[in-house]
């Protein structure tokens, strides 16, 4: 289905997609962290409490577009990997932003903390919409940028503290419509690649390695 001939959702869906945050999120649930919806009724949702028993109530609404996963020590790492595939496999269609970022101080930041992508990637390579994508001091690694560069549409890609390494540049050269590469504090990349990525991507705009 086209974003064109997506029904816009109802009220009644509105309230549910609300009550599935509320119900996820419990004692930590604040006002601000409502969906917000724009004029298509395309909802951007925040979630910072994991339990994969919710995603699908959260999924059966039909138009989310935009997700941010906030990751704190509050939560278990394995029901963030749980969580995560099912949250894509129910929003994919319409997704156009993905932000993964652990939020904990650097100093607390654990290896724990930071492995919460899924083992089975597969699913970041099934966004036909996805446009933005954010992974901040998270295990993403080559396998994820591979299939998240199948993605035609993707425009942007910001990753930050993560193990991936040059081995990706092939990946990057491969998305037509990539504007944007910011690849901040990436121990495992040379630095020294900056020239070869704007050789190799003439059509980004932005390329910054630090």
């Not at 994508?133 to 503290?161: P, Y």
């Not at 990525?197 to 059509?203: A, F, G």
Request: glycine letters at 2%.
């Amino acid at each position: 289905m086209s974003i064109r001939s997506l029904p816009k959702p109802t009220l009644t869906q509105k309230r549910a997609l609300s009550r599935a945050l509320k119900d996820l999120h419990g004692a930590s649930w604040r006002t601000e962290m409502k969906p917000i919806y724009d004029e298509r009724g395309f909802a951007s949702i925040m979630i910072n409490r994991f339990d994969s028993a919710f995603a699908a109530p959260i999924t059966e609404y039909p138009a989310i577009h935009w997700i941010e996963l906030h990751v704190d020590r509050e939560n278990d790492p394995e029901q963030i990997r749980r969580m995560i595939p099912k949250l894509l496999d129910g929003s994919s269609p319409y997704l156009e932003y993905l932000e993964i970022s652990n939020t904990l101080h650097v100093t607390q930041s654990t290896e724990k903390m930071r492995d919460v992508l899924p083992e089975e990637v597969s699913q970041f390579g099934r966004l036909p919409s996805i446009q933005q994508v954010v992974f901040d001091r998270v295990n993403a690694n080559d396998r994820i940028v591979k299939e998240l560069c199948k993605n035609r549409s993707i425009e942007s890609i910001d990753i930050r503290e993560a193990p991936i390494t040059k081995r990706t540049l092939k990946h990057f050269a491969v998305c037509p419509n990539l504007k944007y590469l910011d690849l901040s504090r990436c121990s495992h990349f040379p630095k020294g690649y900056q020239q070869k990525l704007e050789d190799r991507l003439p059509s980004v705009k932005f390329v910054h390695i630090h």
